[in-house]
Each structure stands twice: as structure tokens, then as C-alpha cells.
């Protein structure tokens, strides 16, 4: 099992940026890989982004072109870089492992979960 710990939320006006943070510990980071989700209030948690152990990234298209994923191995933590914030990107953010198989996109696919972290974007 790989513990999770995300960090970097707050409230931000549109326009503004953000950088998430998620430090994994516990089982070996390698070969894992990773993904950003988030939830808004009364909303199914969706996919933001995702990127794999050998450096391969996805991204959902509602955040193509602002959000960047990227990771640092010999930390053992992830990143998402968010710019152009807009109100509707307002949710809790989580990251997540994958030891497995399955789509990047899909929830089912993670087996570890951090416990979320908020972010906030005023019009």
C-alpha cells in the first residue's frame, strides 16, 4: 500500500494559478502510476489528469492546455500545475496510485487514495 498526502489547495480568484502536491510513501514509488482527480460538491469525482511510471500523460479535455501534470521519482511526489483557474474547476483534488492495469480515466483502475485536498476558485 502507498500512502497518499496531497497539499497546495486554497481559494484562488479565475484567472490565478495553483500547484498541487502529493508526497507517496510507504511501498516502493516505482512503477506506479498516477493520477489527479477531483470532486465537486454533489458531482461523481472525475479525472483531471494521469501520468505513468515511464512519463506517458493524459489529460481530460477540460483541462488540456491549463493543467500540468508532472512527477519527481526521487521524491516521490506528484505535481499538478494549475493555471487559468476558473470557478468550475471549484472541487476537492486527489491523487491517486495504480500498481496495475486499466485506463488512467477510470476510478476503479487506482488502488491508493489521498485524502483530498480543496481548491477554491472565485469569479
Known amino acids: 500500500q502507498v500512502q497518499l498526502v496531497e497539499s497546495g489547495g486554497g481559494l484562488v480568484q479565475t484567472g490565478g494559478s495553483l500547484r498541487l502536491s502529493c508526497a507517496a510513501s510507504g511501498r516502493t514509488f516505482s512503477g506506479y502510476g498516477m493520477g489527479w482527480f477531483r470532486q465537486a460538491t454533489g458531482m461523481e469525482r472525475e479525472f483531471v489528469a494521469g501520468?505513468?511510471?515511464?512519463?506517458?500523460?493524459y489529460y481530460a479535455d477540460s483541462v488540456k492546455g491549463r493543467f500540468t501534470i508532472s512527477r519527481n521519482s526521487a521524491k516521490n511526489t506528484v505535481y499538478l500545475q494549475m493555471n487559468s483557474l476558473k470557478p468550475e474547476d471549484t472541487a476537492v483534488y486527489y491523487c491517486?496510485?495504480?500498481?496495475?492495469?486499466?485506463?488512467?480515466?477510470?476510478?476503479?483502475?487506482?488502488?491508493?487514495w489521498g485524502q483530498g485536498t480543496q481548491v477554491t476558485v472565485s469569479s
Open positions: 491517486a496510485a495504480k500498481a496495475r492495469g486499466g485506463p488512467y480515466y477510470e476510478t476503479r483502475s487506482y488502488d491508493d
Open positions: 501520468i505513468s511510471w515511464t512519463g506517458n500523460i
